[in-house]
């Protein structure tokens, strides 16, 4: 029944089609949200650009990797025949426009089997490596393996830099923050807090998706649309564990109305102080935890495949009830928007309202 979510679905993909030889047209926080690593060299094999696929899974910080020599100290394993002479002839050729070819790429925590391809969008002096993961093995004793982060840049603890596991650069920051945030937009933008908010989580959690992609094809050997619902609710309750924002779940029980309930338990948001003259109260939708809806959009249209609008129905806030979220497809947001400003709250009877089977849906 789980999945029988997407299968209801009537809406547009949320992605669009990808054309390899318009990569120079993309800004980075485009090559962001791409689920394959993508690195720019110019002819000399000097990195210009690195997304944050490739910066995941090859766990180096693209600060530390742009200007420097691909081959030489980036990925030294590349520094062959194979590659590194497959790409210097691809350049001097002039007019080839793409070629793929496959590469066992050597790093000291592990080894990965990828597909590769050089891609020259345009007469300019840039080159693309697009790199498809296939598979991870352990570390090998033989090869030119790829720096470690922490030998790329030695000392960076000692000036305040923290990393996770996965050597992403994190900052720690506490509940306060967002509702010095809320105070802020209040003053200076006093109706703006739930657009911006529910704008900021989709740009966060398109990122996030593709972090948790990463992740998931580590231990899976796929991608997150390719798991089970079930699977899918297991990796997004410990990604909000552990960043903190709480503990969530997903209730299929109206999968085949086409309507998904998340909840979030000890919301972070909901949790913090607020900004208002007057005391926050549960019944409060929509108000704090709008970049969680906006997050939980973003995560939900990625495992989907299509555009997916997540809309909170109740706030924890001032309680330690659970935040309510409802997930609809797209083309359903304004009419879910519409009950929910009308103050409907009871998640039956919007689930009736919204429904096709109802023949109430518009």
Partial sequence: MADDFFNELAATSATGSFSAQRLDELRDVDLDELKFGVIAL?????????????????????????????????????????FEGRFRRFVDSGNARSDPFNYLFDFKFGAQEVEVELVRPSPLDRFYLLINRKSFSGPRAEGRPAPLQAELAPGESELGVRRDGAEQRVVQLPSVFFAALRATCDRLAPQTWQLFCHEWGLQWGRRAAIDLDARVFQSDTRSLGELSMQRVAVVLDDWFKEQGLGSSSLDFSFAREGCLVVELQRSALAEAPSSASRPSTAGEAGERCALVAGCLSALLSHVGGRRLSAREVRCGVGTPALCSFMVVAEARRPQLAALLEAGERDVRALVDQLSPRTGRSG
């Fill in 42 to 82: 110019d002819g000399d094999g000097i990195v210009l650009r690195y997304n944050q696929y490739e910066s995941r899974l090859a766990r180096l910080d693209r600060n530390q990797v742009l200007g420097k020599s691909f081959f030489e100290e980036v990925a030294p394993c590349t520094k062959t025949v194979e």
